[in-house]
């Protein structure tokens, strides 16, 4: 694979991070710099290790992995979905009196990244078929998506004040359409 190829597959894996990233950079209260890239590193982190462990099980048994990884990420993004509309509505319901979040927890941001990553593993099963560098690939995948995240919580301090209390709902209704949307590309 040259480069080209690389970074063209990086980027279009680092698409959903992005996404994920701005809904949660518009749910927060003015994100941080260091937020940012916190959020960066964790979902550049896992999606340059995703790969990875998808080079190897594609050495392995890649039919399996092939088969239910679109159902673990669609089931993953449903549930972290669900669970920012619920708080939204919740939130909506008790007049805001919740506080305003800084910062969203690691095991959050460790679950979505797995999320939103089995595209990458996917990847790296059919990549353990082409004679290729998969560290070099990887860390790749992982730098892209960390800058893609990091913007995205940038960008989404940005678009959160514009829509208001809606920014929470609104993110939990595009995570719960981006789980759709890998059903909908494995069908």
């Known amino acids: ?40 590193l964790i ?3 896992i999606e340059a290790i995703t790969p990875i462990i998808g080079w190897c099980l594609g050495l392995l048994a890649s ?7 679109h159902w673990i990420a669609f089931g993953l993004l449903f549930i972290l979905g669900s669970q920012m509309i619920y708080q ?8 805001n009196k919740s506080p305003l979040i800084h910062y969203h927890n690691s095991f959050t941001l460790i679950t979505t990244a797995i999320a939103t990553s089995l595209d990458a593993m996917a990847i790296g099963v059919s990549l353990a078929f082409l004679q290729i560098n998969i560290i070099h690939t990887a860390m790749t995948i992982g730098l892209m998506t ?4 990091t ?32 059903i909908y590309q494995h069908i």
């Open 146 to 149: 960390m800058i893609m995240a």
């Open 151 to 182: 913007l995205g919580i940038l960008l989404g301090r940005y678009i959160g004040p514009l829509l208001g209390k809606t920014a929470e709902m609104m993110g939990g209704v595009t995570l719960i359409m981006i789980g759709f949307s890998i």
């Open 88 to 95: 939204s509505y919740h939130r909506a319901k008790n007049n």
């Open 1 to 40: 694979m040259n480069l080209y190829t690389t970074l063209a597959l990086s980027l279009a894996l680092s698409m959903d991070a992005f996404a994920v990233s701005v809904c949660k950079g518009a749910t927060l209260f003015n994100p941080s710099l260091r937020e940012a890239i916190r959020t960066g």
């Open 43 to 45: 979902f550049g982190v």
């Open 63 to 69: 039919q399996y992995v092939i088969k239910w990884n």
